[in-house]
């Protein structure tokens, strides 16, 4: 299977998201810090789950959502996360394969259940996000793939790989792989959280060329450079040798290399629903562009117009095909 | 919990959903009637599972969605209904429970899983269902609360009831019960197939007066009568002692009684998306203001309003507090 070539190939965790609308007094009696992730043990999601509304099951997982946008977008996309054998992995192989995703890492049969997200959205829009990890903390080098990366245009990996203990490693040996084949790697720093937790890690990955295209949004990229100057912090991203891409929800987003700063527009929407996916998929769109050598520009466009279709419904799949949905704007793939 | 009074009990199959898109081609490969209800075996659940695109989950069965469109609504219902100890069982129980539907019929610890209904959805919006009952199979006359039923100002039957083997007689005691205790009866006929497998004994059980309010769409009431004459139909069921309302998608619904036929708009929307629950909603917002003593046509006004919300996005459950809505369009619940 891996001998054909993939555009991206994306490495995350692997995870359902369970989705519930609810007012913001529900985030402030739980202490959840809004637009936020937190990782939450099992006793805790039982907790939350008791707590919360009626809610919506859909494969989730944020760069598992960014390979699932590209094959929307008619690209050729893999998935390396880690699934239990049970009935929640069993949703999140069909559904990721279903979409014509590869997907073939082992799953566990023992240990943790496969990873659930309770996704709280609120009336704005915005999602709060308290992921129980399961079995995506057994993701380890092992699972990495040699011929997969290989195969692979680009290495998408997020930066959520920094919490279970050995996914890391799983990264740097595919980023190894990935450059010794001549390939690009990418990653998103998936939650200004998150960078704080590893912004040291982080820098280095850049210091170290590790990194050739980084994703952000303005508050992950200001905890990137520990700066509340967004200004400052576009500066010093623009002195690393990176490419970025740094989104900003309705202002559209900024393409930033040592040449300079590319503003592009966000696609319009006629209602914000659930921002859920909006980052990953704005990925998909930018980094399929990328693989099939579109300039940066309408790489972005297309990262946007899959981002406006993910933030008009509930959850962070696609429900419609992006593919279709690029061709009517005049966005298209070859 | 049974000693205040509930405005609705619904008894019906507990389903989970499996949503997914699909193209009319897929219908057409395999074999499936669009807009029907059939049912199949565990080994064909997971045959179409597999060949179904990327799905999302949602809890359903028809007279469950309908309860919960009335507690949406702020109304007060109850729902028996069975399901077995397992995740999807967790799932369905979760979600009725936590928008505040009375649920406490007991859970089977062994035998056939939870129900699930593998939904496909058209880009015309309309559903094709294909449901395996699994644990439904073992709801009997026991699982009948006689203090819930009698503390309900109505029970509402669903048709489907008919297809496990035991459900119809629970379905009859509980209709006792309710006309010995001064409630109504209420039944959904909810499928036209369904009709064409229970003809007779729908037309019984009108005819014996076990059903005070009959629900009904164009197709299920053709059927009942075996015709093919919207008009022969509607001059049949005048005929009955029930009162009668039948749904007619955009076209609106029409309220029939000996007195005469009523027709009231639908809704307006803005997209149809999923027609999944319309008649479940529509029923959701009748029986409530029955239950309240609003006039016939603002009742339907009610159920048109449920409808129109739960047909603009997937699933067969509200997504947005339906009181809410009410309340915009100048419609409440006292």
Redesign the interface.
């Known amino acids: 299977m891996a001998n054909h070539t993939h555009d991206v190939l994306g490495i995350g965790n692997a995870i359902v998201d369970v989705l ?2 609810t007012e913001d007094d529900f985030l402030i009696a739980n202490q959840l810090a809004k637009g936020s992730m937190r990782l939450i043990d099992e006793t805790e999601a039982e907790r939350l ?2 707590a ?8 989730g997982g944020s760069a598992a959502n960014t390979t ?1 946008g590209i094959a929307s977008l008619g690209g050729k996309a893999a998935f390396i996360g880690k699934v239990r054998q ?3 992995g069993d ?1 999140f192989t ?3 394969r ?2 014509g995703v590869h997907f073939e890492t082992h799953r566990s049969v023992e240990g943790p259940a496969t990873a659930r997200s309770f996704i709280l959205v609120t009336p704005d829009g915005e999602r709060t996000m308290n992921t129980y990890l399961g079995a995506c903390q057994l993701l380890g080098p092992d699972d990495i793939d040699d011929t997969l990366v290989e195969a692979s245009k680009i290495t998408y990996l997020e930066g959520y790989l920094w919490d279970p203990p050995d996914a890391k490693d799983a990264f740097r040996k595919a980023a190894g792989i990935a450059h010794r084949a001549g390939r690009k790697v990418s990653i998103t720093l998936s939650d200004s959280f998150c960078v704080d937790r590893y912004r040291d890690e982080f820098r280095e990955l850049l210091r170290d060329k590790t990194i050739d295209i980084l994703f952000a949004n303005e508050h992950e990229l200001k905890s990137l450079y520990a700066t509340s100057d967004f200004d400052s912090a576009l500066a010093a991203l623009r002195q690393e040798g990176a490419l970025g891409v740094v989104t900003r929800s309705e202002h559209g987003s900024l393409i930033v290399s040592h040449e300079g700063t590319k503003a592009v527009a966000a696609h319009p929407i006629e209602t914000l629903v659930d921002t859920t996916g909006a980052g990953d998929l704005f990925a998909a769109g930018f980094l399929l562009g990328l693989a099939r050598g579109i300039d940066h520009e309408n790489c972005a466009r297309m990262g946007a117009l899959a981002a406006s279709e993910v933030i008009q ?3 962070a ?1 696609p ?2 095909s992006l593919k279709d949905l690029a061709a009517e704007s005049g966005l298209t793939i070859s």
Request: proline letters at 4%; hydrophobic letters at 50%.
């Open positions: 519930a609308h789950y008791g919360m509304g009626p809610a919506i099951i859909i494969s699932v049970d009935a929640v949703v069909h559904d990721i279903a979409i419904h509930l959850g799949r429900q419609t």
